[in-house]
């Protein structure tokens, strides 16, 4: 995609890197690559493959697999809309104003 905008080449091959040190490299840190984690989220969500069959169709190994599915699972607060307090009152006020 990066190339079809017109990227420039080094931002489209430049590794992620959340900075929080020097050196830091988030696929070293997660102990996979992005390749691997699209792929297997990919299978799972798009393509409804059952879990046990995703090693297989992927050709990521059963513990990566594993351990996508562990991360995705306890990383799906993030991915929530927050809850939203209710105000039925705020209705009352908007219309004074």
């Given at each position: ?32 690559k ?20 995703i ?43």
């Amino acid at each position: 995609m990066g190339e079809y905008l017109g990227v420039p080449e080094k931002i489209i091959v430049k590794p992620s890197s959340p900075r929080l040190w020097p050196g830091h490299m988030a696929e070293e840190e997660l102990g996979l690559k992005y390749e691997e984690i699209d792929v297997v989220i990919h299978a799972l969500l798009d393509r409804n493959i059952p879990l046990e069959k995703i090693p297989e169709e992927t050709g990521v190994s059963p513990s990566k697999v594993e351990k996508i599915i562990r991360m995705h699972r306890s990383t799906r607060h993030k991915r929530m809309t927050p809850p939203i307090a209710k105000l039925p009152w705020i209705r009352d006020v908007i219309r004074e104003i």
